[in-house]
T-cell receptor, first 117, second 113 residues
Framework: NAGVMQNPRHLVRRRGQEARLRCSPM?????VYWYRQLPEEGLKFMVY????????ESGMPKERFSAEFPKEGPSILRIQQVVRGDSAAYFC???????????????FGQGTRLTVV | KQEVTQIPAALSVPEGENLVLNCSFT??????LQWFRQDPGKGLTSLLL?????REQTSGRLNASLDKSSGRSTLYIAASQPGDSATYLC????????????FGEGTQLTVNP
């Protein structure tokens, strides 16, 4: 059973370009979470998704950021018109769909390190 | 708003020493607490998960305790090794605010040979 897969591992974008980060949850997991780790800071929650639904996006910046988790395929975190302040490590986590999901363990991917130049 | 604090921010010990990392949280209405390890430039590896109804969990040389009412958890590492050098993160999953994890800033551990 492969773990949470994120790609690319490293992404370089020029200011104004779009960044698209992908996350494939563990097999059997239907809860996906995105977190951001800015340099020298802790991990901050961004968004929580289930298949085809955004459950909680209270941690997402109001503009330029969006996320989706389609019925088929990976979850996508999209950042439009990137700025230098978007440079960070973006982590995806998944949890199984048993019960409410709240008492279950979260498994993290290796992250995507975005550098905006 | 939940806040998670980890003390100390950094710790350096000689190999073989037993050590304790501390985590405190302000809102005791949690479902569980999870300890992670993060190596430089890497992802997070889950070490231990403690449900809100549990007092402690053990895995090998690691033991984590939880005192939900006082908002505290400790991670005990026995007989530390250089390979234990990493940043250790504590995270709580709250009863409110959906199923998100709220993380502490981490404790950066260095075990010297």
């Amino acid at each position: 059973n492969a773990g949470v897969m994120q790609n690319p591992r490293h992404l370089v974008r020029r200011r104004g370009q779009e960044a698209r980060l992908r996350c494939s949850p563990m097999k059997g997991h239907s809860h996906v979470y995105w977190y951001r780790q800015l340099p020298e800071e802790g991990l901050k929650f961004m968004v929580y998704l289930q298949k085809e639904n955004i459950i909680d996006e209270s941690g997402m910046p109001k503009e330029r950021f969006s996320a989706e988790f389609p019925k088929e395929g990976p979850s996508i975190l999209r950042i439009q018109q990137v700025v230098r302040g978007d440079s960070a490590a973006y982590f995806c986590a998944s949890s199984p769909s048993l019960g409410t999901g709240r008492n279950t363990e979260a498994f993290f991917g290796q992250g995507t390190r975005l550098t905006v130049v | 708003k939940q806040e998670v604090t980890q003390i100390p921010a950094a710790l350096s010990v000689p190999e073989g020493e037993n050590l304790v990392l501390n985590c405190s949280f302000t809102d005791s209405a949690i479902y569980n607490l999870q300890w992670f390890r993060q190596d430089p430039g890497k992802g997070l590896t889950s070490l231990l998960l403690i449900q809100s109804s549990q007092r402690e969990q053990t895995s090998g040389r690691l033991n984590a305790s939880l005192d939900k009412s006082s908002g505290r958890s400790t991670l005990y590492i026995a007989a530390s090794q250089p390979g234990d050098s990493a940043t250790y993160l504590c995270a709580v999953r709250q009863e409110t605010s959906g199923s998100r994890l709220t993380f502490g800033e981490g404790t950066q551990l260095t075990v010297n040979p």
